[in-house]
């Protein structure tokens, strides 16, 4: 339930959200969603800048970079459930190069429902809590979906 995408046959550039979540957005009406550790581009005026070190948006809030021809080149994207309460100490320091993001089913966030790492314009891992989510993932992206454990 762990993926990575290196080729963007489906997606036009890493991490374009609107095409990684495209097959699973539907179901992820009931979380907030954390990002942190930001380096992007946009053509668009978007809920983030680079003036904090993370941001935790509402769905209304997160759909607008969803909907946006946003490119995040580094960070750690995370639907977490609504009104989750996080330490802000240790949102602020998460990385997207910290060894965890490289390992099956360690999520930087305990309470990520689905977790996105963006790794240079070059990688997107992605990884699944539920089954189902993770399958339906798979099938849409198919071989460009690599198993992590596999690729590592």
């Known amino acids: 339930m762990n993926w990575i995408i290196r080729s963007t046959k489906i997606v036009e550039f890493h991490t374009n959200l609107h095409k990684v979540l495209k097959p699973i957005w539907d179901n992820l009406i009931d979380y907030d ?75 930087l966030i305990k309470e990520s429902y689905v977790e996105i790492i963006a790794i240079d314009s070059s990688y997107t891992i992605i990884k699944f809590k539920d089954e189902k989510l993770s399958d339906k993932f798979k099938e849409y992206f198919q071989d460009q979906a690599i198993d992590l454990q596999a690729f590592n």
Do not use: C, H
Request: hydrophobic share 40%; no cysteine; glycine share 2%.
């Open 33 to 107: 969603w954390v990002l942190a550790d930001l380096d992007f581009m946009s053509d668009n005026e978007i809920p983030i800048n680079f003036e904090r070190d993370y941001f935790i948006l509402k769905r209304e809030e997160f759909d607008v970079i969803y909907q946006s021809r946003t490119q995040m080149i580094w960070g750690v994207i995370s639907a977490i459930p609504k009104n989750t309460q996080l330490d802000p100490g240790f949102i602020s320091n998460l990385s997207a190069e910290d060894e965890k993001v490289w390992k099956v089913d360690q999520y």
